[in-house]
């Protein structure tokens, strides 16, 4: 009797643990959870039910390495290998943390070096982000066959950029159907550091007024709240709590930047069979607060690569 | 045993489901959602959850001036068309496919960059006593360079 009422104890706290835990991770990330005032009476309720009803799902989209790399090049800035983090680096990293923050900076190296037709440099890299996303345990996210694809068509940007759009998603969408959150955060942080790092790296000094990159640079001011919130989908994890006062010492330096846009007036374009989102934008960065960013930047990408 | 397996199972089948439902959203935006990017860039981000009819998702974005954009937004064929709109940082709605007989693509481009906000909704379609349909939604985004 004593056994059997062990054993079913047992049972029933496993029970209440993994009940414990789908009540645990229904609840995380953008679900909502609206918390309604018992006294008040029903229509009141029904109103502030209303008022706080949230989006069931929230996405935060950062620019994918792909994207920054793109942006980069669109700024007419010049290909710089140096700044790329050596593929000699990859053994070094082994925590959960490390490997997420260099795949996505290897991502965005590749894809760096994909854009400036480096084609042994794109292999190279896309072997070191296969080390990462493997270490991470992240399945089929860069087989050897995308490999093999990429060297058959090493002078096809088009299918290049296709390997490199697939794989990442491959990563990312594997850590995210697989409760991974965490870790695909920390992915798209490293990615998204690594193409700030490459623009402030590559900006003159002597070319600072009027300057496409510092321009999108300054656009990036938009996207640091968003890595903010998409980080605090996943606080209370160690390593995401660290990013965190990163990226807010990142944001104090964005504060300092002015960044005013006019009202969007929407406008359909029937060459193009598109809208054309019509705003004007006011920006200013002094050169010493550019600096200042460099700086935070720099030290904050070489504690990744280290 | 038997009680022990009528409350297991489906609370393993729970756990599960979870993962399960994320593997078959991946291969449905893969087969759905990203073929209507043909002539873009897809950036490689992946955007997706099971969503029940009525349910709501919202997604913020910067996008640049250098780039022409496409957002491909599509749910599940058990679900009713999905409906979404496109807003500006001061609320402002810029957009909304229900005007386009519920299209799932739309292009655009920026004369400065924004952060933009995509609400996307499931609309209920399921009358009283009824189940309501789940799904998967997807939404994706593809650029190429101006010209």
């Keep these: ?306 | 045993m038997k009680t022990l397996k009528n409350i297991l199972l489906p609370v393993i089948l729970l756990l599960f489901s979870g993962g399960f439902a994320g593997a078959q959203c991946k291969a449905f935006a893969k087969k759905e959602c990203l073929p209507n990017l043909a002539g873009y860039t897809h950036d490689g981000n992946y955007h997706a959850a099971v969503l029940v009819e009525g349910e709501e998702a919202e997604l913020y974005k910067t996008f640049y001036s250098d780039m022409n954009y496409r957002v491909s937004i599509v749910g599940d064929s058990k679900l009713p068309d999905i409906e979404f709109r496109v807003l500006d940082s001061n609320k402002n709605v810029l957009y909304t496919n229900k005007d386009k007989n519920y299209s799932s693509t739309w292009d655009f481009k920026l004369e400065s960059s924004q952060q933009l906000k995509f609400l996307i909704k499931v609309p209920s379609a399921t009358r009283s006593g009824q189940q309501p349909s789940s799904g998967c939604v997807a939404i994706m985004f593809g650029f190429r360079l101006k010209k």
Excluded: H
């Design chain 1, 1 to 306: 009797m004593t056994r059997q009422f062990r054993i079913s104890s047992g049972i029933g706290i496993g029970i209440v643990f993994i009940l414990g835990i789908i009540l645990f991770t229904c609840c995380k990330g953008g679900r909502k959870a609206p918390e309604v005032n018992l006294e008040l009476d029903i229509r009141d309720k029904e109103a502030v039910i209303q008022d706080i009803k949230q989006a069931e799902k929230i996405f935060q989209a950062l620019p994918s390495p792909l994207e920054s790399a793109m942006l980069i090049k669109s700024a007419g800035a010049r290909f710089e290998e140096k700044l790329l983090n050596p593929v000699s680096n990859v053994n070094k990293y082994v925590t959960n943390k490390s490997m997420a923050l260099n795949l996505g900076i290897y991502t965005c190296d590749l894809s760096f070096a994909s854009l400036y037709e480096q084609t042994q440099l794109l292999i190279d890299y896309m072997n070191a982000a296969k080390k990462m996303a493997d270490g991470l345990g992240i399945l089929k996210a860069i087989e050897q066959k995308d490999i093999d694809r990429l060297e058959e068509n090493i002078n096809n940007s088009e299918v290049i950029m296709d390997i490199v759009s697939q794989t990442f998603m491959n990563s990312n969408s594997y850590l995210e159907d697989n409760g991974q959150p965490a870790t695909a955060a920390m992915v798209l942080t490293g990615g998204w550091i690594e193409g700030l790092y490459i623009s402030t790296q590559l900006v003159d000094m002597n070319d600072f007024d009027g300057n496409k990159l510092v321009g999108r640079i300054i656009d990036q001011k938009l996207s640091v709240d968003i890595l903010l919130r998409l980080l605090s989908g996943s606080k209370g994890t160690a390593a995401v709590d660290e990013l965190m006062v990163e990226v807010e010492k990142l944001k104090n330096v964005f504060d300092k930047i002015r960044l005013d846009t006019s009202p969007v007036r929407p406008e359909y374009d029937p060459d193009s069979r598109s809208t054309v989102l019509k705003s004007e934008t006011r920006t200013d960065m002094t050169p010493a607060v550019f600096l200042e960013l460099s700086a935070v930047v720099k030290e904050i990408r070489n504690s990744f690569v280290i």
